[in-house]
């Protein structure tokens, strides 16, 4: 099984719509991301949380929101979807404690219609 | 916050030869950069980081280059192949508020032709 698993892999939407995107990690790691990527415009931070408490806003969180279910669950939200959140959607984990590399899910491709 | 800028934003090369991808960072108490190569229908992957307190570092034929004083760091890759063909990003980490948060540049296509 994947460290970081998303669901679902691929997903088509109506506008309006309200989506939940899913992130479990096996890694035990703490810190959790979730990132938005469009070509030519590399790696976006949307949310982040540190801890189970902890939920952070990062650079285009507008029309987002996140919870922190558990150390393992992390749920990015689109409340009510709009075309230019078509978009391939990564979360990530590291460790805590210092700087250190993330680990990246697979993905999620996500086409709002 | 950290401004990481990457270039080229594409590149092509013959396999065998080099390809080298460049980055910059603003905030000089960056301490971390990581590279990541991202296949397609694939999430970026780590392959190669520095830290602040080292100038080079090799990992077969991966080396990664700093130069805090101007504030760069390159990627570069020796003998290509055509399976070194992905999009690559370069990250920078600070501390304070931030420490452990990431920042991306906007990738490089490497493109390796047989």
């Known amino acids: 099984d994947a460290d970081v698993t998303q669901t679902p892999r691929n997903r088509i939407t109506k506008t309006g719509k309200r989506i939940m995107l899913e992130c479990s990690q096996t890694k035990g790691h703490d810190r959790m991301y979730w990132y938005r990527q469009d070509p030519g415009l590399g790696l976006r931070l949307i949310y982040y949380?540190?801890?189970?408490?902890?939920?952070n806003k990062g650079e285009i969180s507008d029309g987002y929101s996140v919870s922190r279910q558990a150390q393992a669950k992390f749920s990015l939200s689109l409340e009510s979807a709009i075309p230019n959140q078509t978009a391939l959607y990564f979360c990530a984990t590291s460790v805590s404690g210092g700087n250190y590399g993330y680990t990246f899910g697979s993905g999620t491709r996500l086409t709002v219609v | 916050g950290e401004n990481v800028e990457q270039h080229p934003s594409t590149l092509s090369v013959q396999e065998g030869d080099s390809a080298v991808i460049k980055c910059t960072y603003s905030d000089s108490a960056s301490n971390y950069f990581p590279w990541y190569k991202q296949e397609l229908g694939k999430g970026p992957q780590l392959i190669i980081d520095i830290r602040s307190n080292v100038g080079e570092k090799k990992d077969q034929r991966i080396a990664v280059t700093l130069n805090k004083t101007a504030k760069h760091f390159s990627l570069h890759i020796t003998e290509t192949q055509p399976e070194d063909s992905a999009v690559y990003f370069c990250a920078a980490s600070s501390g304070g508020s931030t420490l452990g948060r990431l920042y991306f540049g906007r990738g490089t296509q490497l493109t390796v032709w047989p």
């Open positions: 949380s540190f801890d189970v408490k902890d939920i």
